[in-house]
């Protein structure tokens, strides 16, 4: 059974930094690109980013609100990924859900979610 | 603002059908396919519908996805109290190098 569970979420001040994990299991995890979305409370989904599988070169790409100040990474011995959060910004307050990408016909999709971490930003 | 537009809400009765639909450009939704999640009160995201009209295995046939153009709609026929939720629209976008979402449509079961 494929589970992803975030944990690292919190409180933190304006300008800090905190650093998400997810725990994946349940399938091959080195060969999955991952992906991180966000949704502030009572707003929409927003994709934060994703690092590719390291067959694939293991890039990341991040969205244009959090390009510089966030940085994914993975560490496929421990079946780990992780989003590290600097110079947070209020409007940064989100849960925080850990994606895995599929690929069908060279299109990709999100197949699994974890249950979401709450990062909260706020003096 | 989301890239992917999408009408706030929508209702219906319990057996009817309501269609969510959702608008992008050439550079997400004209260029790549349409996945949908459905979001019940408190839960994480979930895939309704992937590669414009394809459906995980155990979904409902109640939901049919389709894709023309720029735009994507999202059919959910003979409505149950449990199809509460709110559902996204999701596509790669070209031009940004990264995913679009719909803001999202909250469905209520009157």
């Known amino acids: 059974e494929v589970q992803l569970v975030e944990s690292g979420g919190g409180l933190v001040k304006p300008g800090g930094s905190l650093r998400l994990s997810c725990a994946a299991s349940g399938f091959t995890f080195s060969n999955a690109w991952m992906s991180w979305v966000r949704q502030a409370p009572g707003k929409g989904l927003e994709w934060v980013g994703r690092?590719?599988?390291?067959?694939?070169?293991?890039?990341?790409d991040n969205a244009a609100p959090v390009k510089g100040r966030f940085t994914i990474s993975r560490d496929d011995s421990k079946n780990m990924l992780y989003l590290q959060m600097n110079s947070l910004k209020t409007e940064d307050t989100a849960v925080y859900y850990c994606t895995r990408r599929r690929a069908v016909a060279g299109k990709g999709l999100f197949d699994y979610w974890g249950q979401g971490t709450l990062v909260t930003v706020s003096s | 603002q989301s890239v992917l537009t999408q009408s706030p809400s929508t209702s219906g009765t319990p057996g009817q059908g309501v269609t969510i639909s959702c608008s992008g450009s050439?550079?997400?939704?004209?260029?790549?396919?349409v996945n949908w999640y459905q979001q019940l009160p408190g839960t994480a995201p979930k895939l309704l519908i992937y590669?414009?009209?394809q459906r995980p295995s155990g979904v409902p046939d109640r939901f049919s996805g389709s894709k023309s153009g720029t735009s994507a709609s999202l059919a959910i026929s003979g409505l149950q109290s449990e199809d509460e939720a709110d559902y996204y629209c999701a596509a790669w976008d070209d031009s940004l190098n990264g995913w679009v979402f719909g803001g999202g449509t909250k469905l209520t079961v009157l």
């Open positions: 050439r550079s997400n939704i004209g260029g790549s396919t």
């Open positions: 690092i590719k599988s390291n067959a694939d070169g293991g890039t990341t």
């Open positions: 590669s414009n009209n």
